[in-house]
């Protein structure tokens, strides 16, 4: 797989950005520490695929592609303050390693750069690029703040938990995909299903991290069940609802909700019940069925089949991903 070919541009411009561009004071050591911490740098590479496989060309693109990751990364840090998270990717959250008050001044100042690097493109629909992608940024503080409100509901529903993903998680790898196509040139059908595919891979992505929170390993970089003990309604959650007995069911919305059992004996108890009913594998399908739907989509593609064949194995890496 060619990501690394695809990126190198992105890497060069990143590395300026982080060694040339951005101050070295305490505002921006953590900014600094957040893009050093590692990751896949996935949305910047789908947007620059999108972009290829439309025909675009130029490095302006990489210019939009860090600006996406630099407001990712924002919301990376303000989530950790959120849930007072230790770890991000295996290392200490900035909040943890700084404080709280650091991460948000820190998260703030990434914010706003994420505009800064915005306004110095040169493309000529660069208002139209700023309205998306402001748009995606507003998505991903009301999914947050969904969220939070779910933390506090004893149970929500699917339907619930898939609009929170819409907007917390989809947000911005719909417009890694749309806006890849827009600004190659993609007529409107394609930028439509390119939208539909960011969509999807949003759901894909959010369920995988759902599974891997809990069936993974510490590779992860967290706590396993992490989401368990802070009462997070994840996929497993509504899975395992849909499945349970109405006796049992109130017993379990009892158990999961209380924060105050021991860490151990409540992730034992989930444990059990995830076992059962066999949420592993009912888990596994859906990213099954979620990959497949994107296959089926990138069919409909104006695009060639080469493209479609790379496109196709992009996403099924992404779908077996472990961490």
């Not at 390693?97 to 994420?114: E, V």
């Not at 969220?147 to 529903?157: G, H, T």
């Not at 995830?274 to 979620?290: A, E, Q, V």
Request: a positive charge.
């Amino acid at each position: 797989m060619k990501t690394k070919k695809i990126l190198s541009n992105y890497f060069i411009g990143l590395d300026q950005f982080l060694h040339q561009k951005l101050p070295s004071n305490n505002l921006y050591q953590p900014i600094a520490y957040t893009f050093n911490l590692g990751g896949k740098s996935i949305r910047p590479f789908f947007l620059l695929y999108s972009y290829k496989i439309f025909g675009g060309n130029g490095k302006q693109i990489n210019q939009v592609a860090l600006a996406l990751e630099s407001l990712h990364n924002f919301s990376l840090i303000h989530d950790d303050v959120m849930d007072n998270a230790e770890k991000r990717r295996g290392k200490l959250s900035v909040q943890k390693k700084w404080n709280s008050n650091t991460a948000i001044l820190s998260g703030d100042a990434l914010l706003i750069i994420c505009f800064q690097l915005l306004n110095s493109i040169s493309f000529k629909n660069k208002k139209e690029i700023i309205k998306e992608f402001t748009d995606s940024a507003l998505k991903i503080c009301e999914g947050q703040q969904l969220d939070l409100e779910m933390e506090k509901k004893i149970v929500i529903d699917k339907k619930e938990y898939f609009r929170m993903i819409e907007l917390k998680t989809a947000a911005l790898f719909i417009f890694c995909f749309k806006m890849g196509c827009h600004l190659a040139g993609g007529d409107f059908s394609n930028q439509k299903k390119m939208e539909q595919i960011g969509l999807q891979i949003g759901l894909l992505f959010q369920i995988q991290d759902d599974y891997l929170d809990f069936f993974g390993t510490k590779k992860i970089g967290k706590k396993i069940g992490q989401d368990v003990l802070e009462n997070k309604k994840t996929f497993l959650f509504c899975e395992l609802l849909d499945c349970i007995s109405k006796t049992n069911k109130k017993e379990f919305i009892s158990k999961y909700n209380n924060k105050k059992t021991e860490p151990i004996k409540k992730i034992k108890y989930v444990e059990a019940l995830f076992k059962r009913h066999d949420i592993k594998n009912k888990t596994l399908l859906k990213i099954n069925d979620i990959n497949s739907v994107i296959h089926g989509l990138i069919n409909d593609l104006s695009i060639s089949r080469n493209n479609k064949e790379n496109f196709k194995k992009y996403i099924n890496q992404l779908s077996k991903r472990n961490n």
